[in-house]
Every structure is written in structure tokens, then in C-alpha cells.
């Protein structure tokens, strides 16, 4: 009886530490995971369970207040336990462990990033119960680190796929695949093709406007993007264009 209360407790703890978190009150938040977890004095598969979670919110909270080494040690943490619990979700470990890629890649430890990421990649297209959209995250992470490491044909091969899966998942009118277009546009500009860039950058410009409307920051993003490949292809003009639109909607947003 008093097992299952203590696990109920450290739930509703870990809860509000999420908002805690969220809402940027991260010392707050600490306090309370640090609680939860203290109070589970049980060893079985449920408590194992709601340990990891706990780490789970600590280390992204962590990561928000940009403590990414922290928050990497956390998620190591987190990621022994969900190996170590066979009622666990080979899922569960997967996001765990696209987490940790997050905070490496944050920490500048590129190889650990790149190798957590693979892994999770691998076991969340291995798992029949995967669900598409962290597929998609896992794919970005990883695409993310190879751009990092100058891996470019890889990354874009990444990119393409996820324009593919964000079309099927969202529809070509979604901001979700907007922004895949623009993230595989942006690996194309850096890998020195900023002509074939161009209209990528522009397809996601125009979901952007149209979805989310002309202000929206997504929009001044698209079209920053859009003036480097511009002016990197020696469209000075049309460049200085867009840079100028972009500046008009970051300077309203203060």
C-alpha cells in the first residue's frame, strides 16, 4: 500500500516539475524531481520506470537553462536504467537516447552525439511500434549532427526522407513539412549548391506565409535562409531584399 502511494506521488512530483520546467522555473523543478526520486524506495519495474522519467524531465530541463553537459550525465543515467528494465519500451530508450544526442550535440561533443543518435535512429526503424513522428525527430537530430560534421551528402539523404515522411504525415500545406524543406534546403546552401536551394527555401517561405502569415518568425527564418543562398548565387539585390523583410518582422516581435 504504501509502495503504490509513494509511486502515485513521485508521479504527481515529476508532473509538476515538467511544468516547472516548462515555465522556466527550473530550481523549483529540481527540487521536486529530487524529491520524487528520493521518496521512491522501491526497486521494481514500475519505480525503475518513474526514475527514468524523472531523469528525463531533469536532464531536458537542464538543457534549457543550457547546462548540457549536466543534462547529458543525467540522460546517461536515465538510459541505465531503461536498459536495465526489461518491461521497458524499446521506444522509451530510443527518445532517451536522441535526448542525450540533443544535449551532446548543445555541448559540442560531436561524435558522442553522432553515435547516441544513430543508435536511436536504428531502434526506432527496427520497432514495429514506433511511432512516424519520432522518426522524424530522430532522423533530424541526427541530421543535425552529420551537418555539424561537414557530412553533408549524409544529412541530406536524412533530409530528403524526412520532406517525404512530413509530406505523408502533415500534408505539403502543414508548417512541419515547411520546415523539413527549409532544414533540407539549408543542407543543400552549405554544401555549396545555394542555385538548387533556392526554390526549397522559397517552397517553404510560401507554407509559411500562407499557414502561419506573414509576421510569424518561422517566416523571417525562411526568408534569412533564402538571402544567403541568394546572395551566395550572386543575387546581391534580390538577398538585400529579403534580409530587409526578415529584419521588419524580428524588429516588430520586440
Known sequence: RYGAHDTRLARARIDL???DSALEHFE??????????DG??????ESRGIRADGLGVLGRLERRAGHFDVASEVQRRRIGLLRDN????????ANALGDLADSEYRASHFDEALASAREALGMLQSDPHAMPSEILSARDTLAQVLTELDRYPEAEALRRRNVELAGRLYGKSHPMFATQTYQLAEVMRMEGRPVESIPLFGDALAIYEKSLGSRHSYVATALTGLA??????GQGSA???NLKRAY???LAAL
Open 248 to 250: 521588419a518582422i524580428y
Open 40 to 45: 521512491l524506495t522501491a526497486d521494481d519495474d
Open 86 to 93: 526489461p518491461a521497458g519500451s524499446a521506444s522509451a530508450l
Open 28 to 37: 523549483p523543478a529540481r527540487e521536486l524531481i529530487r524529491t520524487a526520486l
Open 228 to 233: 544567403q543562398a541568394q546572395a551566395n548565387s
Open 17 to 19: 516539475a515538467r511544468s
Open 239 to 241: 538577398a538585400i531584399a
